[in-house]
């Protein structure tokens, strides 16, 4: 049975299954519908949410698929996730033009980020070619000390619509590298995407009964996180909910690894270059809609250069083109839901009570009226405070704020409960290694957009912004795998 069964009509939305216990089923839940963000009277897809029961009864198929796939040698699960990074290399532009109508990012940033999720599946596709251990010398004539890395067992996969095949690649594929099968409970805001990396996993080779997808919200979430016999749980969402998350798994004594919000803050000092300064800032603040949980929404300025850089924002902000996704020429789309522009708006009205417009760009009637489109904004702080400094930002929306010196500003932009991304800008190497000494982030820019994209360094936030090992890299290592220490003596 296909995941997405062929639409009869044109017009008419596509119908996706769950998938567990190596078949693809509809969820015993609720019928969702999801729309295009662009023109929210279209419906792009429909599928019924997994409920408990069929949580478990995936979870238990898995435990079942547990063992034989742990025993499959390594080169041989690697093997599966090179053809999958081949697979979404090669539908990049498909899936990336269908990502942009369900998500509303940029078809660019759409494709890129199918690309990257190629990358990530290439990086643990290569994983068998690394070292599986370490080797040291015991106390004793003969003994040997040996470290090995074991799966860890059943794991959960929580994620955000935000990056819809991203987030679930660098989750998902280093699970099945190290051995572990998954199931994994995607956004219910995302779920053609889903679908689109489960296909490819799937004609990948990959054993149907290793990987479950679970569509559903929060009660699925939580059906999945909670269930006896899931041994690890990995989950990207907001501050809140990942809060509930780890809460649970700490009451069930279950390894728990959370990646959460972010406010992130950029400080630019009065020896940078402006002009490359708002361009990393434009990016930062407008890429992805503003949606992403590295987006900068703090820029901290110093005064002796604070107003030639706010001349250099208004223009670059009011130049930003608002439009649909899919169009090429656009800069910024659409937001993902009108919960979420409803939010959004509201910040926005309480926020600047505290603030001066730097730049509004505009959204044509044509668009507001049948998306969830908002207008590119930039304001300045009379004070450090409020609603723009201190709650996340999930939008298009990017606060300047002016500091005496450069130590104030890092001071500030320690000022707030999240540490996921940051970046300075600035020619000074003191200043550069005081930011690397001070500045309270999991991934810290010079001279770059906040971002964190590379899938061989870790990836993650300190404070509110995360819990637990770091996601990629080599920390991926140390999460779905727990160490076993052998004594060996052979003599
Ligand atoms: P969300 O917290 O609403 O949902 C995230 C996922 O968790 C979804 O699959 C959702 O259905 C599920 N969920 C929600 N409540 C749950 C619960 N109580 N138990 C189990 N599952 C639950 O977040 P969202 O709106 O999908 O994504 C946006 C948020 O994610 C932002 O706050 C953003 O900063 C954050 N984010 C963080 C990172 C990171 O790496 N730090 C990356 C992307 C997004």
Known sequence: MAAVEVQRQPDEPAWVRAHWAGTWADGGGAEVATHNPARHSEVLARFREANAADVDDAVRALAQARHPWARRPIPDRCRILKETARLLEQRAERYGAELSREEGKVIGEAIGEVRRAASIFAYYGAEADRAQGQWFAGGTTGQNLLVVDRPVGVVAAVTPWNFPIAIPSWKIAPALAFGNPVIWKPSPLTPLLSCRLLECLLEA??????????????????????????????????????????????????????????????????????????????????????????????????????????????????????????????????????????????????????????????????????????????????????????????????????????????????????GLAGAVHTRRLDQVHAAVERFEVGMLSINEPTTGGYPYVPFGGWKASGAGPKEQGAAAREFYSRSMTVHLSLT
Request: with cysteine.
């Open 205 to 418: 080779g990959l054993p149907p009964d290793v990987l479950a997808m679970m569509p559903g919200g929060a009660q699925t979430g939580m059906a999945v996180v909670t269930h006896p016999d899931v041994d690890a749980v990995t989950f990207t969402g907001s501050t809140a909910a990942g809060r509930v998350v780890v809460e649970r798994c700490a009451a069930l004594g279950r390894p728990v690894q959370a990646e959460t919000g972010g406010h992130n803050a950029v400080i630019v000092a009065a020896d940078a270059d402006l002009e490359r300064a708002v361009r990393a800032v434009v990016v930062g603040a407008f890429s992805g809609n503003g949606e992403k949980c590295t987006a900068t929404a703090r820029v901290i300025v110093e005064e002796s250069v604070a107003d030639r850089f706010r001349e250099l924002l208004a223009a670059a902000v009011a130049g930003l083109r608002v439009g649909p996704p899919t169009d090429p020429a656009t800069d910024v789309g659409p937001l993902i839901s009108a919960d979420a522009r409803g939010r959004l708006q509201e910040q926005v009205a309480t926020g600047l009570a505290d603030a001066t417009v730097v730049a509004e760009g505009t959204v044509r009637p044509e668009l507001a009226a049948t998306g969830w489109f908002v207008p590119p904004l930039a304001v300045e702080l009379s004070a450090p405070a409020g609603e723009f400094w201190h709650a996340e930002i999930f939008g298009p929306v990017v606060v300047m704020y002016r500091a005496a010196s450069f130590d104030a500003a890092l001071e500030l932009a320690n000022d707030s409960p999240f």
